[in-house]
């Protein structure tokens, strides 16, 4: 039995094993269960904190989109995507994906998928914070990003 996707944006934390508790609790047709958190990095020890702005309401339906995508595509058993925005400092939680199917390749396959999707397609912005006091500017997309997403191009 194939679940519709569990999709949420917030600003607190989210319990990864309280996640996949209610993503496989009763269910007796998943076989494998991969996860994908995306944690904040501070690459050179000068961030405070990365800050994430959404669209509300957009972002919610763009990731449903994705997710509902997804377990189409590779027959997932349920799907979870989770993204918090707000303030977050580095080691702290920013997104999670949890694909679960009947065989593992299908769980690694949707993960990749969402979260290929949801780098290049959600309607988040992120602006660097450092510890100086200063604020960066809002992050750019990278071309790395757009190359894993345009692998699944004829899957959309």
């Not at 763009?62 to 979870?80: K, M, P």
């Not at 450092?130 to 894993?148: E, I, L, M, N, T």
Request: proline share 3%.
């Amino acid at each position: 039995m194939a679940a519709g996707p569990f999709v949420r944006v917030q600003s607190d934390d989210f319990d990864l094993q309280a996640e996949i508790d209610r993503l496989t609790e009763g269910r007796h047709d998943i076989g494998a269960v991969v996860t994908f958190s995306g944690l904040c990095r501070d690459e050179g020890g000068m961030l405070d904190a990365l800050e994430l702005e959404h669209y509300p309401g957009m972002a919610e339906a763009e990731i449903t989109r994705i997710a509902t995508l997804a377990i189409e595509r590779f027959e997932l058993r349920g799907l979870t995507a989770i993204h918090r925005y707000g303030k977050i400092a580095p080691g702290e939680n920013i997104v999670l994906v949890i694909a679960a199917a009947s065989h593992r390749q299908a769980a690694f396959d949707g993960a990749n998928f969402v979260m290929d999707f949801l780098k290049t397609s959600a309607p988040f912005w992120k602006k660097e914070h450092a510890k100086d006091g200063r604020q960066g500017d809002w992050v750019s997309a990278k071309d790395a990003d757009d190359a894993a997403r345009a692998k699944w191009a004829d899957k959309e």
